[in-house]
């Protein structure tokens, strides 16, 4: 209101004062005479400064024509002036909105689109580092890999932009089933970016899936360097990797420095099942029994398994049975419950030909966590202790639909593989295979277990029959005639495991 009211009080002065300026003009005497083409014209103070007011408002306008003419001329000479920038800024203004559309169409997945609004803005804006991008994915949006690549290696000529053309082409590699140019073009990717992740990641599957052990133990040093790797999680894929390089320690041709390699992965990682067999299989040719035993037992600790049972068998091939068990103490008495423990101790005591010690160090595993190799070992041991067909191919019957127990599954894809390794054969994927159970369903089937008390039935009937046809003083060679065929096919076969 204040404002309002100033504003208008300033007006009414300002008006007072021309007023006042006029007629103090109009009362004083005198003029302005000009003279032009011999007329005479006379002017009163008056007329004279609002003639000077409407010369100077007309030069001007002079002024300004002229510079609208020198800059038209500039225009069309191609020269840069405000009209060029206006311009300019136009078409910038149409370049951007282009870009922005084609991303917003890239993202919806309209390939066709974005590739349209990449033409528009690549035209517009005349900035390839920021438009050639988006041509790139679009025309891979589109099915269009050539004009892509031709695309990526534009960018891989700029500076600023050369790690995204490397990295695009890369792809494509990768896509194609081009693993070795696709390994190359990683590398040269994280030479430009050492710290990015997703190269990283690339690079070490790549070097891992062509066994380029040596390369990906530099990349995974790279990803502990940068961050993107726990200390624990790299000193387990070091072990890994290192474990991978002394892979050839069991061949004939094996060197001192797979050797080391072997028991250096052990040292990165203890509780590495591969690695604490193959570096005990390491000191046992270096001749070193007792720290293959340290290694074994230290791992044993951490968790039973299979191969380190195998690998502490290797360290006194030639002992008896008798003297493998007393041996197998230091490992048996740790974990003693665990039902690795209790196949150990069965399979141990079968060989021995100690029937119901074998049925004692199994335990309960049978009833509680019962596999494949839990029955086969109860076959083994009725076989041993005398019972007949019928129970023997009754344990039998059921170790064949029973599950396999542990094995090595990846944890990526689930895919049981046969024996360990670094990368899955199935999915690719780097140090993903664990010992485990698998988490496979039972299926129903007609030749399945649960058929097993029909067919145990009909084969105990059978029994019965064929035992009334026989003699009581002919029932020993009989039975003797059962038991001998098969004790030698179940005699190795469990020694092997052991």
């Not at 002017?43 to 007309?58: E, F, N, T």
């Not at 593989?417 to 369903?441: A, I, K």
């Amino acid at each position: 209101m204040l404002w309002s009211l100033f504003k208008i009080l300033v007006f009414v002065a300002i008006v007072g004062l021309l007023a006042l300026g006029a007629g103090f003009l109009m009362e004083t005497k005198g003029g302005v005479q000009i003279t032009a083409g011999g007329t005479e014209y006379t002017l009163g103070p008056l007329q004279s400064v609002i003639a000077l007011g409407v010369m100077i408002i007309a030069i001007w306008l002079f002024f300004k024509l002229l510079t609208l003419l020198i800059a038209t001329l500039k225009f069309l000479n191609g020269d840069e002036t405000a009209l060029s920038r206006y311009f300019d800024r136009s078409r910038e203004q149409r370049g951007y909105q282009a870009l922005t559309d084609g991303i917003m169409a890239l993202a919806s997945g309209e390939g066709r689109i974005a590739m349209n609004k990449a033409a528009k803005a690549e035209k517009l804006l005349n900035k390839p580092e920021l438009t050639n991008l988006l041509v790139a994915q679009a025309a891979e949006m589109n099915g269009d890999t050539q004009k892509a690549s031709e695309t990526y290696k534009k960018l891989v000529t700029n500076n600023a932009t050369r790690f995204v053309g490397v990295r695009g082409i890369m792809k494509q590699k990768l896509a194609e089933g081009d693993d070795d140019t696709a390994r190359k073009l990683a590398e040269k990717a994280l030479a430009i970016k050492p710290r990015h992740q997703e190269t990283q990641d690339i690079l070490l599957g790549l070097q891992t899936k062509s066994q380029d052990w040596a390369g990906a133990r530099s990349t995974l040093t790279a990803k502990l360097k940068s961050g993107h790797l726990p200390r624990d999680v790299f000193k387990r894929r070091d072990a890994v990797l290192a474990l991978s390089e002394a892979k050839g320690i069991l061949d004939e041709s094996s060197t001192v420095e797979q050797q080391e390699q072997a028991i250096e992965a052990n040292r990165l990682s203890p509780d590495l099942v591969p690695a604490a067999a193959m570096a005990a299989r390491a000191y046992i040719e270096k001749g070193k029994p007792r720290a293959a035993t340290k290694i074994l037992k230290k791992a044993w600790e951490a968790q039973p398994h299979p191969d380190l049972a195998h690998a502490f068998a290797d360290i006194a091939p030639d002992e008896s049975p008798a003297e493998r068990i007393k041996r197998f103490a230091t490992l048996t008495s740790i974990h003693s419950q665990n039902p690795e423990t209790c196949l150990i101790l069965a399979e141990l005591n079968i060989v021995a030909e100690d029937f119901p010690e074998a049925r004692r160090a199994l335990g309960d595993v049978v009833e509680k966590q019962a596999d494949a190799r839990a029955y086969t070992l109860m076959a083994a041991i009725e076989r041993g202790e005398g019972a007949s067909d019928v129970v023997v191919q009754g344990w039998l019957a059921k170790a064949l639909n029973a599950p396999r127990g542990p094995q090595w599954v990846c944890d990526n894809c689930h895919d049981i593989q046969p024996e360990w390794g670094p990368v899955c054969q199935n999915c690719h994927s780097f140090d993903t295979l664990s010992w485990q159970t698998p988490q496979t369903p039972e299926i129903a089937s007609a030749t399945g277990v649960h058929m097993l008390p029909l067919i145990v039935g009909a084969l105990e009937d059978k029994a019965d029959t064929d035992m009334d046809e026989v003699d009581e003083a002919d029932e020993p060679e009989v039975i003797e005639a059962e038991i001998e065929p098969v004790r030698p096919d179940i005699e190795p076969a469990i020694d092997e495991k052991t």
